[in-house]
């Protein structure tokens, strides 16, 4: 089954920071899964440094993946696409650019002195 989520995923104003890990440990190009709250995320550094965090958890198969998938673009849009279903979401706000009736979670995500935080909100369902 596959989850429809809001479009307005990310919280407004987040309840605390969560460290995740520093940047440098995350290489360029690459995803990793962190659990932060209770929830796997995955954190992405793109090439130029750019960092996003979306849910892993691929909407189509259920399985936490999406950390491992392939980053890209698409129409200038930073994007990684499943490695269990060939579908591409935006890295920004998560939504499915195959499908956007389909919305993975996005989180707010901040650098600060090379290290990487995540927003953690209470009110997150």
Known sequence: MIHVAPRSAVPAAPTSW????????????????ALVAGRQIAVFRLA???????????PYSGANVLARGRIGERGGVATVTSPTHPR????????????????????VVRVRAGMIEIAVSAARP
């Open 18 to 33: 969560t460290f995740v890990c520093a940047l440098g440990e995350i290489l360029r190009g690459t995803g990793v899964c």
């Open 48 to 58: 130029d440094d750019r960092v996003y965090a979306l849910d892993s958890r691929d």
């Open 88 to 107: 591409s979401f935006a890295l920004a706000s998560g939504v499915c650019l195959d499908d956007r009736r389909v919305v993975v979670p996005s989180y």
